[in-house]
């Protein structure tokens, strides 16, 4: 299995606080690698960073090959954002927001129809394509943002706590679909709920204070720290982390 | 290409809310008739002709352009107050694209507005027996051109440096100046003295003046009006670009 992501030495500092400490950590390609931590882990700031929403103080990250410091432009063709909130062009309809993402990676009409297309049948959005998204739930919302971020076919997609305020009939539907895409796609999560990731991811880093401080299989956390549930161990690897972080 | 599709978008999302029916196209449209109604109740010895609507057609289409200002500004301001400029951010956009993105919807909008307020002047025009020559009112379309950059320019630059709740705001205050200020509903060049000179120093007074002399035929001094307006524009338009371009820099920090 080859590299996807190639993290070294990020940082990040902002003018009255170190939002990334010196983080490493590899993805391979094919895979759901999950960004797990509490509020201001620094989690958010690591993803904006590898999309380039965001420019790191220090270090690099390699995506499939192009550094996010000398190549984003490469990186930005191959890679896509689903941002935690949901975000979608509320007087388009949901079709026209398919199709407006795919115009703008420069798709043309053929391809963005079939596109648009496969997106609707993968996320199951037929009842609704002709609404505007403005009226549409919260769970359609969120459907139609994922939607948005892989019609451009990316090799890297970035789900940013992608379930983050749904009810647990929409947070089940959306981890069927996340399951659906992982097969064609490498994913970067992030994401507060453990059952998720234990049920998503392939490998999870713990992130405390801007650090990471263990990453492995759920399960190799689990008997890192010799507890039977993802939640414990993260509690023991977060408590850990608070210790050695001085909080 | 990209400018392109996220104008198209832009254009959508204006056409879509209602509110740009009853601001950008309706509202000149009503105070056309108004003011043809109050005019009417002038005593012609009162040498009023300010409401006449050779006169008030290019002042309607001036306070109409202050509208696209504010659709311009609400635009960017709720774009910015949403996630969903980090989408664009993250994808192979370019500044320069959301410039052209908003602005060419703007002048699409502004076009189509001047072009009903015109319309609806020459319908009443037919009912005082006064007509406008075709080649009048196309230079008169020309020269509200920079009127309608000025106006885009100040909707970009509010809604790139206020949030969503108090770009329109300050717009209503722009609105209220160029109503005012601008001549649209009194004669600023009767006025004298100190206002007069601010009205002279600001870009609307020569906005509505170069409209007015233009359609009347008599180009006097409108090559000054048109100098002053043209600077404005470019100035502001720049100016705003330069701002929005630097807005989505420092959100990419």
Known sequence: MSTAIEVSHLRKEFRLKTAIKDISFSVEAGTVFSLLGVNGAGKTTTIRILTGLSRPTAGDAVILGHSISRELDLVKKISNLSPQETSVASNLTVRENLEFIAGIYGMNKAKTEENTNRMIALFSLEEVEKSKAKILSGGWQRKLSIAMALITEPKILYLDEPTLGLDVLARKELWNIIEKIKEQVTIVLTTHYMEEAERLSDRIAVMVSGEIQAVGTPEELKAQTGTDTLEDAFIKIAERGNVVCGH | ?253
Request: charged share 15%.
């Open chain 2, 1 to 253: 290409m990209r400018a392109l599709i996220f104008s198209k978008r832009t254009w959508k999302e204006i056409m879509r809310d209602p509110l740009s029916y009853i601001f950008c196209l309706g509202f000149p449209v009503v105070m056309l008739f108004i003011m043809t109604a109050v005019n009417k109740n002038i005593p012609e010895e009162a040498g009023m002709h300010l409401f006449e609507i050779q006169s008030l057609a290019p002042g309607i289409a001036v306070f109409g352009l202050s509208f696209v200002m504010l659709f311009a500004c609400i635009q960017v301001s709720k774009d910015r107050s949403t996630a969903f400029l980090l989408r664009l951010y993250v994808s192979p956009m370019k500044p320069s694209d959301f410039i052209s993105g908003y602005t060419l919807p703007m002048l699409w909008t502004a076009f189509l507005q001047e072009i009903i307020t015109f319309f609806v002047s020459i319908m009443i025009g037919f009912t005082a027996d006064v007509s406008f020559q075709p080649i009048r009112l196309i230079l008169c379309l020309a020269a509200l051109i920079p009127a309608g950059l000025l106006f885009i320019g100040f909707g970009l630059l509010f809604g790139s440096l206020l949030s969503e709740k108090a770009a329109p705001g300050i717009c209503s205050v722009v609105i209220s100046v160029v109503c005012f200020l601008g001549g649209i509903w009194m004669d600023v060049d009767s006025l004298g003295g100190t206002l007069a000179k601010i009205c002279h120093v600001l870009p609307f007074y020569h906005a509505v003046h170069a409209a007015r002399i233009v359609l009347s035929g008599d180009f006097g001094d409108a090559g000054t009006s048109i100098f002053v307006l043209l600077l404005y524009s470019v100035l502001i338009f720049l100016l705003a670009a330069f701002v929005l371009r630097e807005k989505i820099q420092k959100d990419l920090r």
